[in-house]
């Protein structure tokens, strides 16, 4: 029969509107940039997540820039983008990824320097044969009974921490310490000096300058072929600072898996601290303790709670945070003691003294020592300490004279061992021992005659 022209139009059309439906599903839904605020982008786009990473692309340009959704307001998206702005402009569409951010992980990460999204920094091929698979940077913690025993200790190569703080495989610790005490210092020794499997270094927002003389310490003694070392620098965007620390638990998480032992060093929690409160604060977030929104006080945990032991290998986390003063008004190193599994105090006064490392035995404190060290070492650390307690009891009476011998045994021990005892507690820098060689040492104050 044939077709009226009404007829024929319509079945030319309806090819025509099943074409467009197709290319519309397989099309991407996109939205559109409405607001910019400073670093943060308010987007009106459909079916987003908190965690996605979306690609802001202008149509004139064709500049395209990654930025992560950090919150949802009035049904807007609220991103921080994950480079610089420049070159967008009212027209940017925003193109949801469906996916959150990811990094690539396998051996070939050693020995290399990259930054928060996996890239190469050290100048070498950006290419890296090795690196086999794609890990998410945000990752459930691993469940409490899918964690191994902890059972071993892990040698740090610092005579004060083996014998006197010594530190468990899996165990979590903060060094804790004013500006200039040695922090960065301490912890480059520490994964020098480590019997380690691997080393996994997060430098967030560290100056550029101390990230190559990191760099090249670890080169010149021979370290960096076992060690990874993620760097965002402090005039990165505070996403990227962000992201440096979870990117760094997440390659940490990697070698785990493969029954590694890991040292995780985190340099520093503060400036990670700094960068979550900027982007809770650019995102609307109240302001709660000191300034600090209560985001960082939920990110911290489940940052942290990601490394330790798991089903085969462990990461042991080391996670530096400088304080103000004493620390007791200091929130975040408030909430890290309160959190972690030991802490180390690096001391001014010692500093002043050129007494380094500056480790003030008596405020730091590893809870799981007494887990993993035999009984003897045990005891001579417990001495030991006693012993310095007992000095610094006395030491003002010592400096005005006013100390008398012979009606205090314990005190004049003390004042007899304390020189053996601080020359124990220092150490040259880049100046390794073993944990048998430090608890030797420890045997033999004790033995010498007062």
């Known amino acids: 029969m044939k077709q009226s022209p009404v007829e024929q139009k319509l079945s030319r059309l309806v090819p025509d509107l099943n074409q467009r439906l197709r290319q519309d599903v397989a099309r991407p839904k996109r939205g559109r940039v409405r607001r910019v605020v400073g670093v943060v982008v308010h987007a009106t786009v459909d079916e987003v997540r908190l965690g996605e990473i979306c690609n802001l692309v ?19 998206a609220i991103l921080l983008p994950l480079a610089d702005l420049t070159g967008l402009s009212s027209l940017t569409e925003v193109v949801p990824t469906g996916a ?33 698979r794609n890990y998410s940077v945000h990752a459930d913690p691993p469940s409490p009974f899918a964690r191994a025993l902890v059972s071993d200790p892990m040698q740090l190569g ?116 700094r960068a979550q409160r900027e982007i809770g604060l650019a995102s609307g977030e109240p302001p709660t303790r000191r300034g ?21 290998g462990t990461i042991t986390g080391l996670y530096s945070v400088l304080i103000e003063g004493d620390g007791t008004l200091d929130p975040v190193a408030e909430e890290l003691q309160a959190l972690l599994d030991g802490h180390v105090f ?24 007494d887990t993993v060290v035999p009984a003897q070492h045990r005891a001579d650390a417990g001495r030991i300490r006693e012993l310095l307690a007992r000095y610094a009891e006395v030491e003002l009476l010592l400096r005005v004279g006013e100390y008398e011998k012979g009606h205090d045994a314990v005190a004049d021990e003390a004042v007899a061992r304390i020189d053996r005892i601080n020359d124990f507690l220092r150490q040259e820098t880049a100046s390794h021992e073993t944990i048998s060689a ?13």
């Open 58 to 76: 202008d149509p004139k340009t064709g500049r395209s820039v990654r930025a992560e959704v950090v919150g949802l307001e009035n049904e807007q």
């Open 100 to 132: 959150a951010l990811q990094v690539g992980v396998g051996p070939g990460l050693l020995g290399r320097v990259i930054d928060a999204f996996g890239k190469p920094l050290d100048g070498g091929p950006e290419e890296m044969p090795g690196v086999e």
């Open 158 to 273: 610092i005579r004060a921490l083996d014998g006197l703080l010594t530190c468990a495989r899996g165990q979590r610790v903060g060094v804790l310490g004013e500006p200039g005490v040695g922090k960065s210092l301490l912890l480059s020794d520490i994964v020098r000096g480590t019997d380690a499997d691997v080393a996994v270094v997060a430098l967030v927002g560290e100056r550029g300058r101390e990230v190559r003389e990191f760099v090249e310490r670890q080169r010149a003694a021979g370290g960096m072929a076992r060690t990874v070392v993620i760097a965002a620098t402090s005039d990165r965007p505070a996403i990227e600072r962000l992201n440096a620390a979870y990117v760094a638990t997440t390659i940490a998480e990697y070698f785990r898996d493969q029954g590694k032992h890991v040292l995780l060093a985190l340099d520093n929690v503060t400036r990670f601290a």
């Open 292 to 312: 600090f929104p209560s985001s960082l006080f939920a990110a911290l945990p489940r940052l942290l709670e990601r490394s330790g032991p798991g089903e085969k």
């Open 346 to 369: 690096l001391s001014s006064e010692l500093a002043q003294r050129n007494h380094f490392p500056a480790i003030d035995v008596l405020r730091s404190r590893s809870r799981l020592m």
């Open 438 to 450: 430090a608890q030797k040492r420890m045997r033999e104050i004790l033995d010498e005659k007062a």
